[in-house]
């Protein structure tokens, strides 16, 4: 069983940054996908960003392309969710995933369902 534990959430100024971490326990991630998910107050589960097991391959949401970048380190057993330019917007509770199942990496994109483990959520709130 692997646990998935989120950091790094906050509240944050309008053009500010804050980087998530995502620590995982209980097993070795390192062959997994990764993905960052967020939900905010009333809407839908969205898909945010995905890396592949090596972090050679990545996947962005158009609405935060250019301004957040998702990184892991396998030693370390933890995955990364950059987050720069903040715009109200993007305020939330983000999640993250992981999933063992080999497969192209297209086929997480915006699919929750495909991913195994889930965090418990850290909450993100960009203040105008």
């Known amino acids: 069983q692997v646990q998935l534990v989120e950091s790094g959430g906050g509240l944050v100024q309008a053009g500010g940054s804050l980087r998530l971490s995502c620590a995982a326990s209980?097993?070795?991630?390192?062959?997994?996908?990764m993905g960052w998910f967020r939900q905010a107050p009333g809407k839908e589960r969205e898909f945010v960003a995905v890396?592949?097991?090596?972090?050679?391959?990545?996947y962005y949401s158009d609405s935060v392309k250019g301004r957040f970048t998702i990184s892991r380190d396998n030693a370390k057993n933890t995955g990364y969710l950059q987050m720069n330019n903040l715009k109200p917007e993007d305020t939330a509770v983000y999640y993250c995933?992981?999933?063992?199942?080999?497969?192209?990496?297209?086929?997480?994109?915006?699919?929750?369902?495909?991913?195994?483990?889930w965090g418990q959520g850290t909450q993100v709130t960009v203040s105008s």
């Open positions: 995933a992981a999933d063992p199942k080999a497969g192209p990496l297209r086929l997480y994109v915006g699919r929750p369902d495909r991913y195994d483990y």
């Open positions: 209980g097993r070795t991630v390192s062959s997994y996908v």
């Open positions: 890396i592949s097991w090596s972090g050679g391959n990545t």
